[in-house]
């Protein structure tokens, strides 16, 4: 048999199938178009869910942006904050008596209470250290010391740690209470 004998062979017969049966080919050709269709509609609810998924994460990061903007900019400032606080801390207690520097005293006390004012508008809060035990996800052991207290205690605070909103901004330097020897 040659190619062409097969071709002719094959057209014969498809040409016999379909007189033979028009009412199958046409059921054929709907089931088709009926599976088709259902594959399109298909790819359409996945298309639709993938787009949805998509918005809603866009949303999310865009949300996540507004609210976290500021965190570059709130760790640098925290160093200011912590160096007003020394500063407070550094002057003797005559000296805050003293009518020579109680303007001084007192601008720098309520520069102190206006950053606090500010960080707590913007979602910034101190986290709490002394007498907690320790939080890996909140404080950062420096080191640990003799204490009677439980092992594992905040017995000392070397610099405050902070929080933006849910966030970690920057986490409390500690002393640790270790445990009897």
């Known amino acids: 048999m040659t190619e062409d004998t097969i071709e002719t062979d094959a057209?014969?017969?498809?040409?016999?199938?379909?007189?033979?049966?028009?009412?199958?080919?046409?059921?054929?050709?709907?089931?088709?178009?009926?599976?088709e269709l259902a594959e399109a509609r298909q790819a359409v609810l996945y298309a639709q869910a993938e787009v949805q998924n998509v918005r809603r994460r866009a949303e999310k990061e865009a949300a996540d942006a507004r609210t976290y903007a500021a965190t570059a900019f709130a760790r640098d400032i925290l160093s200011v904050a912590d160096n007003l606080a020394r500063g407070l801390q550094a002057i003797p207690e005559e000296l805050r008596g003293d009518d020579k520097f109680k303007g001084l005293v007192v601008g720098l006390d309520a520069t102190g209470r206006e950053l606090e004012s500010v960080f707590q508008r913007h979602g910034i809060t101190k986290i709490a250290a002394l007498g907690e035990m320790l939080d890996p996800n909140k404080h950062q052991a420096m080191l640990e010391m003799p204490s009677d207290q439980a092992p594992g205690t905040i017995v000392q605070e070397m610099q405050s740690g902070y929080m933006i909103r849910d966030r970690l901004l920057r986490p409390a330097l500690v002393g640790v209470a270790k445990a009897g020897e």
Do not use: I, V, W
Request: no cysteine; charged share 35%.
């Open 11 to 35: 057209e014969a017969l498809r040409e016999e199938t379909a007189q033979a049966s028009p009412e199958l080919a046409e059921h054929d050709r709907a089931a088709q178009l009926e599976a």
